[in-house]
């Protein structure tokens, strides 16, 4: 079992919503910063959404005010809620974590989840 398990990707249509979850499979693996990335075909990997401590949370311009992160440490788990999705938000989205903090394209990250589709029709 990985470290990181994403769940709750799947096929909506645009203007819906998913919630994806990442549950981490020890404490350990709950670090400081967490978050989430996306990369979809052809492009690059983005940080679409970040977490830092309890509350402290940071948005890529055009998932802002559309997508939520959340964490729960108790629960080992680290959450995702994406309202208003569109076309252009169809990826492969990855939990990831790190003790010190996150480029945008993926350095730094200490731990990836297997990563879960999101795909979002017109």
């Known amino acids: 079992q990985g470290q990181l398990v994403e769940s709750g990707g799947g096929l909506v249509q645009a203007g819906g919503s998913l919630r994806l979850s990442c549950e981490a499979s020890?404490?350990?693996?709950?670090?400081?910063?967490m978050g989430w990335y996306r990369q979809a075909p052809g492009n690059q990997r983005e940080l679409v959404a970040s977490?830092?401590?309890?509350?402290?949370?940071n948005y890529a311009p055009s998932v802002k005010g559309r997508f939520t992160i959340s964490r729960d440490n108790a629960k080992k788990m680290l959450y995702l809620q994406m309202n208003n999705l569109q076309p252009e938000d169809t990826a492969v989205y990855y939990c990831?974590?790190?003790?010190?903090?996150?480029?945008?394209?993926?350095?730094?990250?200490?731990?990836w989840g297997q990563g879960t589709q999101v795909t979002v029709s017109s």
């Open positions: 977490i830092f401590g309890r509350s402290n949370t």
């Open positions: 990831a974590t790190t003790a010190d903090h996150f480029s945008p394209t993926g350095g730094g990250v200490d731990y």
């Open positions: 020890e404490s350990r693996y709950m670090l400081n910063t």
